[in-house]
């Protein structure tokens, strides 16, 4: 697997999901629908993580 040893998607999600809101901290990023893109990925990191995946 590319992503090392993780092997739940939910908890890759997470992962990119919490590095991205870090990095936007720091660097002034800005695009239409930013939030819209972190909600999409909070939510599905969320879902996957409920149901084990």
Same mark, same amino acid.
């Given at each position: 697997m590319v992503w090392g040893k993780?092997?739940?998607?939910?908890?890759?999600?997470?992962? &990119?999901?919490l590095i #991205?809101?870090?990095a936007l901290?720091?660097?002034d #990023?800005?695009?239409a629908q930013k939030?819209? &893109?972190?909600?999409?990925l909070a #939510?599905?990191?969320g879902v996957l993580?409920? #149901?084990g995946r």
């Amino acid at each position: 697997m590319v992503w090392g040893k993780t092997k739940s998607w939910g908890m890759l999600l997470l992962a &990119v999901w919490l590095i #991205i809101q870090g990095a936007l901290f720091f660097v002034d #990023i800005s695009f239409a629908q930013k939030g819209a &893109v972190m909600a999409v990925l909070a #939510i599905a990191a969320g879902v996957l993580l409920l #149901i084990g995946r």
